[in-house]
């Protein structure tokens, strides 16, 4: 399985150690490599994206199939900050509105029926950002000091106008289970934030962050400048 902390490299940093800021901790690191981290070294490289994604119209499609999302604005949310990500970065020239998803939906009551190739055909896009939503962990009382709050998201990126070969469908990653994102929060952040909309709201935002720097050429730290 792609992890989104472990795939990534920098010259004499552990992968780790380079994400610590996209996921909140160092683990499976050694002290050096952490430390190294911290002190600003390898800040400023340059991380080319994972994939292009391709021309057209572009549906950010996030998926819940277990129903594990209890803050149901962030599964809304993570769509809307997706999309605007790469839109404002150019990683898309086109993306399908949430306002159309979500229409089509209504106007659907058979919708969680229809393939996700279907759906985006039917909106009219020209590949898929299928964000399948893994795990979501948020108790409502917060006892631990560490994470409070964690959203775990599968990406698939998907050729909507494929139709012969079911091979040539998954444009990227060749893992089968998609390339997984962690956004998470500490119990002093959700405590700081003050209900559960602002948390909801902080946690798409984090993973829209790591999620849309996949699709674009980034600078090592800026996430930590963007207010991590």
């Known amino acids: 399985m792609t992890r989104s902390k472990i795939t990534r490299r920098t ?6 150690a380079l994400l610590a800021s996209t996921v909140g901790h160092v683990a499976g690191c050694g002290a050096s490599g952490a430390m190294a981290y911290f002190m600003g070294v ?39 900050y997706v999309g605007e990500e790469l839109l404002t970065h150019k990683a898309a020239s086109a993306m399908i509105s949430p306002e159309s998803v979500a229409k089509f939906r209504q106007m659907n009551p058979s919708f969680e029926k229809y393939s996700a190739q279907a759906i985006g055909r039917k909106l009219g896009a020209d590949a898929i950002l299928w964000l399948e939503v893994r795990d979501f962990f948020a108790p409502t009382e917060i006892q631990d000091t560490s994470v409070a709050a964690r959203m775990t998201i599968s990406l698939k990126v998907l050729n909507v106008h494929e139709e012969q070969d079911r091979g040539k469908v998954r444009l990227w990653p060749v893992d089968r289970d998609g390339y997984v994102v962690e956004s998470e929060l500490k119990a002093v952040e959700v405590n700081r934030l003050k209900g559960k909309n602002a948390a909801s709201k902080e946690l798409a935002r984090k993973a829209a962050l790591y999620i849309g720097r996949l699709f674009y050429q980034h600078t090592l730290g800026d996430i930590d400048d963007a207010g991590e």
């Open 11 to 16: 010259p004499g940093i552990c992968a780790l």
């Open 42 to 80: 390898g800040r400023g490289t340059k991380i080319k994206p994972q994939f292009t994604l391709p021309e057209g119209k572009i549906l950010v499609l996030v998926d819940d199939p277990g129903e594990k999302v209890h803050w149901p604005r962030a599964r809304g949310l993570l769509g809307q």
